[in-house]
């Protein structure tokens, strides 16, 4: 029989069956991330930003601290982009961020890669950067690439940012993201992005790259380095994930009610600013609850806790109606093993049925954040395409309750094995995976014995050996060379 013409369970399905929080809780959550604004503030304002702010309506309080009227928040929100496209440089690879659609992507700062060779973690470099990136364009489930490795073996800063864009560049059309240690290291990337694009100021007209940015320390105090770096993406059009990140029980209270109401006013901070500066420009309220062991102090990304604070995180955005985005399928296992699949499963399961919009750091993320690993990438994929699967549901029609269908068979053959119901059901409600092992245990045995690692690792071999596509015209990488200092092309 042939296999299945009918995916089924492709990117952007529907999300927020899971509703971890009451309307009474989210409006408590809310009202107190309001009272925190208005009466507390953020503080470390650079001066810049306080005279936008107080143009829009926010107040100095004259000892450093900018406060955020209600009314001012919620004009916020009221204005901001509840939907945009995140484009790719292939138009068939864009996706919408907002509503209820649910996307898995990537994030991450690893310093450590998981060597295909030895399996044992190591410096992360340039050439793994650019392997990840190839690696994940053969993946559908990725819906967008941001860098998840830093190329430690490249000291430079501005060399590190360019050289990170152009291996993005390079190796894959999907929408991207990236970050930029300095405001002055945006023009000269938007320069870069241009050539890609096809000539000056036509990277402006389709932006297909993002920032992350982290405009908000924890606890309630600007950045003004990152801030910076907001306002040169919003003078290039480049759309922003603003990016809190606050540990609960460190920079954030350690209660969850109280780290959900200091995180959001937080990111409503951001909102804010952004609101100042250019109201309506396309921000993902990435709002990521991060915990960590309050024996230790360890940071604890695979943790049940993790999973239910980043599902009402995307719930309290969702209900705002803004585009959301959360952090999870961060394991804090180091190999691939019974840890790593329970904590990536579980956590972003629970944020997918939450609903959230872009699920940052649920591809080949390992070690706490660490770490990145190839044959994690494939393994999240499949995972990622059972979520799918989940969150799809269950289509209740007349022909799918199949009462004719069971009347023939228990009537005829005694089974439904061929029948043309179940061939119908077998190609459009079946996800049938590559990598998970459903073999009798004789056959496994006979076929090596192999267990998930293995088989990731001599899929990741055979998908790097063959897919090495060319996304840069000769013309255009020539140029991209002749300007900045390229310091890897693998």
């Not at 501005?158 to 864009?165: E, G, I, Q």
């Not at 695979?302 to 109606?321: C, D, I, K, R, V």
């Not at 585009?323 to 180091?334: E, F």
Request: contains cysteine; negative net charge; glycine residues 10%.
């Amino acid at each position: 029989m042939a296999g299945p013409t009918f995916d089924p369970c492709p990117p952007g399905q529907l999300g927020g069956a899971y509703k971890p929080l009451t309307e009474t809780e989210l409006g408590a959550i809310f009202d107190t991330a309001l009272a925190l604004l208005e009466d507390l503030g953020l503080g470390e304002v650079p001066s810049r930003l306080m005279a936008d702010l107080v143009s829009a309506g926010a107040i100095d309080n004259g000892s450093g601290r900018v406060l955020f009227p209600s009314h001012l928040v919620n004009d916020a929100i009221a204005q901001a982009a509840k939907t945009f496209v995140l484009h790719g440089r292939d138009s068939a690879r864009s996706i919408e961020v907002g509503g209820s659609r649910v996307h898995f992507g990537t994030g991450g700062a690893a310093v450590q890669t998981l060597d295909l060779d030895t399996q044992i973690y190591r410096p992360s470099t340039l050439k793994d950067l650019h392997g990840f990136t190839r690696l994940q364009d053969a993946l559908k489930n990725v819906s967008w690439f941001t860098r998840c490795c830093v190329a430690t073996d490249v000291p430079d800063n501005f060399d590190l940012d360019v050289n990170t864009v152009y291996a993005l560049l390079k190796n894959t059309t999907k929408p991207v993201a990236t970050s930029f240690t300095l405001a002055s290291h945006v023009a000269p990337i938007v320069e870069m992005l241009d050539i890609a694009a096809g000539g000056r100021g036509e990277f402006a007209k389709r932006p297909f790259l993002k920032a992350h940015i982290s405009p908000i320390i924890s606890p309630m105090r600007f950045g003004e380095d990152a801030v910076d770096v907001v306002y040169e993406c919003i003078r290039h059009n480049i759309p922003m994930s603003c990016i809190t990140a606050a540990q609960a029980g460190a920079t954030a209270p350690a209660t969850m009610a109280g780290f959900l109401a200091q995180s959001l006013a937080e990111t409503l901070a951001s909102l804010v600013m952004v609101h100042a500066i250019r109201p309506g420009f396309p921000m993902v309220f990435s709002n990521w609850p991060l915990v960590v062991d309050l024996r230790t102090g360890a940071f604890a990304g695979g943790s049940g806790e993790t999973a239910l604070l980043n599902a009402a995180s995307a719930q309290l955005s969702n209900w705002l109606g803004l585009p959301s985005g959360v952090a999870c399928s961060m394991t804090d296992a180091k190999a691939i093993d019974a840890q790593y699949g329970m904590e990536k499963g579980l956590t972003s399961l629970a944020a997918a049925l939450a609903g959230g919009n872009l699920i940052y750091e649920s591809s080949g993320m390992t070690a706490s954040l660490l770490g990145a690993s190839f044959e994690a990438f494939v393994l999240d994929d499949e995972m990622h395409a059972n979520t799918y699967r989940i969150l799809r549901g269950i289509e209740v029609t007349p022909g799918n309750l199949g009462y004719q269908a069971i009347c023939d068979a228990i009537l005829g053959e005694g089974h439904f094995l061929g029948g043309a119901h179940t061939h119908a059901a077998m190609e459009r409600d079946y996800f049938y995976p590559t990598l998970a092992d459903r073999s009798e245990p004789r056959s496994w045995a006979e076929g090596g014995a192999r267990d998930a690692w293995a088989r990731a690792n001599a899929r990741v071999r055979d998908l790097l050996a063959s897919h090495r596509p060319e996304y840069l015209s000769a013309e255009q990488d020539a140029d991209i060379k002749a300007r900045f200092e390229i310091l890897c092309s693998e």
